[in-house]
T-cell receptor, first 107, second 116 residues
Framework: QKEVEQNSGPLSVPEGAIASLNCTYS??????FFWYRQYSGKSPELIMS????GDKEDGRFTAQLNKASQYVSLLIRDSQPSDSATYLC???????FGTGTSLTVIP | KAGVTQTPRYLIKTRGQQVTLSCSPISGHRSVSWYQQTPGQGLQFLFE???????NKGNFPGRFSGRQFSNSRSEMNVSTLELGDSALYLC???????????????FGPGTRLTVL
């Protein structure tokens, strides 16, 4: 059974703070992991992908993967109001998604 | 480069009817995946087509089917519609499909299906 779990939130952070989003997955088979952002009324858009243990940084975003703990996270530094969205974690060759974490960045 | 397009954008049907949704992938992309998104269940994988063959399948009943044409365009069909089929149906395309790194998915705008 392929399951992806996310902290459902909602999560609120003040502008400029670090937002931390977490995701666990049920099966060690998964080799690739993805974070998508979905604005209300829009379709998901890919923001980060990670395949190896450790950290991967892209601008204000850092994805962290720990395959032994079956855990992947997304950190958003210097959060901006425009980051307010639902963040979806995907695993298992990108087909299986968590239910999403709603993030609100308060100005 | 044009993005993923889906038609129609909105659809209203009644129980028992059937519906066909269409998806045109990004030019050059050979993989098309379909998802159902509802507030309660989130984004759920239906199936993936690659080079006209269904390569991966989620846990949906046989009422949900799909196909892919030689130009990579894909259609999804739902027969004998139920109220619970009301959802946003999203398709996503990628260059070479799932199973490996670098095969990022790009989502279309979705088709909002309402079953009355």
């Amino acid at each position: 059974q392929k399951e992806v779990e996310q902290n459902s939130g909602p999560l609120s952070v003040p502008e400029g703070a670090i937002a931390s989003l977490n995701c666990t997955y049920s099966d060690r088979v998964s080799q690739s992991f993805f974070w998508y952002r979905q604005y209300s009324g829009k379709s998901p858009e890919l923001i980060m992908s990670i395949y190896s243990n450790g950290d991967k940084e892209d601008g204000r975003f850092t994805a962290q993967l720990n395959k032994a703990s079956q855990y992947v996270s997304l950190l958003i530094r210097d959060s901006q109001p425009s980051d307010s969205a639902t963040y979806l974690c995907a695993a298992f060759n990108q087909f299986y998604f968590g239910t999403g974490t709603s993030l609100t960045v308060i100005p | 480069k044009a993005g993923v397009t889906q038609t129609p954008r909105y659809l209203i049907k009644t129980r028992g009817q059937q519906v066909t949704l269409s998806c045109s992938p990004i030019s050059g992309h050979r993989s098309v995946s379909w998802y159902q998104q509802t507030p309660g269940q989130g984004l759920q994988f239906l199936f993936e087509y690659f080079s006209e063959t269904q390569r991966n399948k989620g846990n949906f009943p046989g009422r949900f089917s799909g196909r892919q044409f030689s130009n990579s365009r894909s259609e999804m069909n739902v027969s004998t519609l139920e109220l619970g089929d009301s959802a946003l149906y999203l398709c996503a395309s990628s260059l070479a499909g799932a199973g490996g790194p670098m095969n990022e998915q790009f989502f279309g705008p979705g088709t909002r299906l309402t079953v009355l």
